[in-house]
C-alpha cells in the first residue's frame, strides 16, 4: 500500500495502519521509489481488434475473451493505468479491479529493514505469526 502524505500526517497514518490485520511492520520510503499498479478490467466485446490494440498499447495482457466480454490486465504506474482506463471506456467498462500502488526501494536497500520477504506457505493470520522464528535461516 503506497500513501502519499505531509509529514505531519505520517504518524497518524502508521498508527493507523499498524492496528490493521495481519500488519507486519510499515516503513516510509523515499520519493524515487518502484510503485507499479494492476489493474483488471472487464469490457464489452463488441469490437475485440480494438479492444486488442488498445490492450497491446499499453502493455496489457487479454486474460479472458468471449462473445460478451473481454477481460484484460493492465500494470504500471497509477497515471498510465488511469490513461487505459480512459482509453477503455468506449467499450464499456462492466468491471474493474485496481490493486492501488505496491511498491520497493530502489537498488539494493530493503524497502523495509529487518524484514526478510515471505513465502506463499506461510502464515497470515496474527496467531500464527507470533510462532514464526524470524531470525531462523531454516
Do not use: C, H, N
Not at 520510503?29 to 490492450?55: C, N, R, S
Not at 497515471?79 to 539494493?108: V, W
Not at 502464515?123 to 531470525?135: E, F, H, N, V, Y
Amino acid at each position: 500500500m503506497v500513501v502519499e502524505e505531509p509529514e505531519p500526517g505520517i504518524e497518524q497514518i502508521r498508527k493507523q495502519l499498524a492496528k490493521l490485520k495481519p500488519v507486519i511492520s510499515v516503513g516510509e520510503l523515499e520519493t524515487d521509489a518502484i510503485q507499479q499498479e494492476l489493474a483488471m478490467l472487464k469490457v464489452g466485446a463488441e469490437d475485440p481488434d480494438k479492444v486488442q490494440a488498445i490492450t497491446e498499447m499499453y502493455d496489457g495482457q487479454t486474460l479472458d475473451a468471449g462473445p460478451e466480454t473481454i477481460t484484460v490486465q493492465i500494470t504500471g504506474r497509477q497515471d498510465r493505468i488511469d490513461e487505459a482506463l480512459a482509453a477503455f471506456e468506449r467499450f464499456g467498462i462492466r468491471e474493474i479491479a485496481r490493486t492501488g500502488a505496491a511498491a520497493l526501494t530502489r537498488g539494493p536497500g530493503v524497502t523495509v529493514p529487518g524484514e526478510r520477504p515471505a513465502m506463499s506457505d506461510e502464515p497470515t493470520t496474527r496467531a500464527d505469526i507470533g510462532s514464526i522464528d524470524w531470525q531462523s535461516d531454516d
